[in-house]
């Protein structure tokens, strides 16, 4: 079974600190995701990785950068967090072929920041 | 962006019961995906129908894709407490390989 597991399930962090959440798949996928999930909103994109050391920005980057330095890892960083980043964090995986199929997630992180 | 559209927003219904939910999108898709999530955790996927399909089973999941009404629907035949889940429909746009995820059902099933 795929398995992509997230760093934290709960964080709380104080505004202005750098935050980091990780995700981990051991499925050997090239492709990994970062969404966020607020209600109502659904989920959001907010990078995309489709290699090591290749990234893509989706539809919600401003304030966040990633890192993708092991093909089993997806980082995703809050350079200084803000109170309108205390969200839902959900990472996913899939292979790139077909790119568009099924993604499998992780159990998610709730952040909170203060 | 937000391309896919789930209506109702909210479901309840009696266990036992048929539960069907609606999504709705702008533009033409190579496929849609819906997935489940139970309260506070990752999304699961449940069945994926390409475009030039119509209607897809999986167990009690029944999917229909209407492409020219760009819609599709999500049945759940006899629905049991383990069923209660927010369920999300994706699309992934024709010429992209990303997903677009709608805001999703709430589906409640009372026992």
């Known amino acids: 079974d795929v398995k992509v597991t997230q760093s934290s399930r709960y964080l709380v962090k104080r505004t202005g600190e750098k935050v980091f959440l990780e995700c981990v798949q051991d499925?050997?996928?090239?492709?990994m995701f970062w969404y966020r999930q607020d209600p109502g909103l659904g989920l959001r994109l907010i990078y995309f990785?489709?290699?090591?050391?290749?990234?893509e920005k989706g539809d919600i980057p401003e304030g966040y950068s990633v890192s993708r330095e092991k093909k089993e890892r997806f980082s995703l960083i809050l350079e200084s967090a803000s109170t309108n980043q205390t969200s839902m964090y959900l990472c996913?995986?899939?292979?790139?072929?077909?790119?568009?199929?099924?993604?499998?997630f992780g159990p998610g992180t709730r952040l909170t920041v203060l | 962006s937000q391309q896919g559209e789930e209506d109702p927003q909210a479901l309840s219904i009696q266990e036992g019961e048929n539960a069907t939910m609606n999504c709705s999108y702008k533009t033409s898709i190579n496929n849609l995906q819906w997935y489940r999530q139970n309260s506070g955790r990752g999304l699961v996927h449940l069945i994926l129908?390409?475009?030039?399909?119509r209607e897809k089973h999986s167990g009690r999941l029944r999917v229909t894709l209407d492409t020219s009404k760009k819609s599709s629907s999500l049945l759940i035949t006899a629905s049991r407490a383990a069923d209660t889940a927010s369920y999300f429909c994706a699309t992934v746009p024709g010429g992209d390989y990303k997903l677009s995820f709608g805001a999703g059902t709430t589906v409640t099933v009372r026992a």
């Open positions: 499925m050997d996928h090239e492709n």
């Open positions: 990785s489709y290699d090591v050391k290749m990234k």
């Open positions: 129908i390409r475009s030039n399909e």
């Open positions: 996913a995986s899939n292979s790139p072929l077909p790119a568009a199929d099924e993604q499998f």
